[in-house]
Nanobody, 123 residues
Framework: QVQLVESGGGLVQAGDSLRLSCAAS????????MAWFRQLPGTEREFAAA????????FYSDRVKGRFTISRDNSSNTVFLQMDNLEPEDTAVYYC????????????????WGRGTQVTVSS
């Protein structure tokens, strides 16, 4: 059973940067996607970014495109989310997730999740 552990959240001011990390204990599948979602209390999880591991292709929501960058370290099965020019609207719990196959923006199609890390951006 693959486990995902996020780290790197915190409290920052608007315009600052943070880098989140998600370490996978083992390679999830032979063909898989790693993704970042975020969630505010009382709302559904929202897709932020994803990487299709085999090709390295990346995907972003319109809300984070141009400010967030997803990257990886193959040797450690770790995926990162570099978040620049943060806005108060980015405040949320950020979750790492993985699924077999190509990326999707639908959280219910991901079958392994981390516990999340809180990101708070003050104005």
């Amino acid at each position: 059973q693959v486990q995902l552990v996020e780290s790197g959240g915190g409290l920052v001011q608007a315009g600052d940067s943070l880098r989140l990390s998600c370490a996978a204990s083992g390679r999830p599948f032979s063909d898989f996607t790693m993704a970042w979602f975020r969630q505010l209390p009382g709302t559904e999880r929202e897709f932020a970014a994803a990487m299709y591991w085999g090709s390295g292709n990346t995907f972003y929501s319109d809300r984070v495109k141009g400010r967030f960058t997803i990257s990886r370290d193959n040797s450690s099965n770790t995926v990162f989310l570099q978040m620049d020019n943060l806005e108060p609207e980015d405040t949320a719990v950020y979750y790492c997730a993985t699924r077999s196959g190509y990326y999707s923006i639908l959280p219910n199609l991901y079958n392994t999740w981390g516990r999340g890390t809180q990101v708070t951006v003050s104005s």
